[in-house]
């Protein structure tokens, strides 16, 4: 698509070595229009929201609500996600609409970013996702529940759920600092700190410059320092 290079700077096979390295992106996007119509307008469109969720641009949901609509699920999977950062609370209904997706991408990714957004009208959809069909769901849910202030210690789903997760630290992404972040903080919600601060600190070993390390531990150690004094 060269008017993608023209639009966001993303290189197009047109301009390429091999074709028409002495044109612009310009000169291709027009005869590209002449010959095919404007057949390049829809994936500019999703381009160029995604370039501006990217950059925080809060001008970027409309786009990506559109990209919700989507015959690909890659598209609405990346939309979904790209919503979660943006702090626009009006897409919550949209993204709670999302968790009932036929693919699994799409639900997990909606299911972080109602997480991330903090809206608490997405308790009952989070919680009705805790035994999803798809661990990458499952093992989502509970952390997007923690993040709205909902933490259920009696409920097996959600036991299951943060069971499923420390299985997929414990195997497939043992070496994801992200993941053993998360679990760190799954041990300190349950006052588990020495599990606690065992997971943050495999963190610094995995990735030494991650900046939420350090604050991570202080955190954990005021919180052990005053339960000991309780």
Request: include cysteine.
């Amino acid at each position: 698509m060269p008017q993608n290079t023209v639009v966001n700077g993303v290189p197009n096979s047109c301009n390429q070595s091999a074709c028409h390295i002495d044109q612009s992106a310009q000169w291709a996007s027009s005869w590209a229009t002449k010959w095919y119509g404007n057949y390049q307008d829809g994936e500019v469109a999703r381009s160029t929201a995604v370039v501006l969720a990217q950059k925080g641009d809060a001008g970027a949901v409309d786009g990506l609500v559109e990209m919700l609509k989507e015959g690909s699920s890659v598209w609405r999977a990346t939309a979904a996600g790209l919503l979660g950062g943006l702090g626009d609370v009006r897409v919550v209904p949209r993204l709670i609409e999302m968790m009932d997706d036929g693919h699994a991408m799409v639900r997990m990714k909606a299911t972080v970013s109602l997480g991330r957004l903090g809206d608490v009208r997405a308790i009952p959809q989070l919680i009705k996702a805790l035994p999803d069909s798809a661990r990458a769901v499952r093992v989502q849910a509970p952390f997007a529940l923690m993040d709205l202030g909902y933490i259920d210690q009696t409920t097996d789903a959600f036991q299951k759920a943060l069971a499923g997760h420390r299985e997929v630290v414990a195997s497939v992404q043992s070496d994801d600092p992200g993941f053993h972040e998360s679990l760190g903080q799954v041990y300190e919600h349950q006052g588990q700190f020495d599990a606690g601060a065992r997971e943050f600190q495999i963190v610094a070993k995995l990735d030494p410059g991650h900046p939420e390390t350090k604050a991570d531990l202080v955190r954990l150690q005021k919180e052990r320092d005053l339960f000991a004094q309780m």
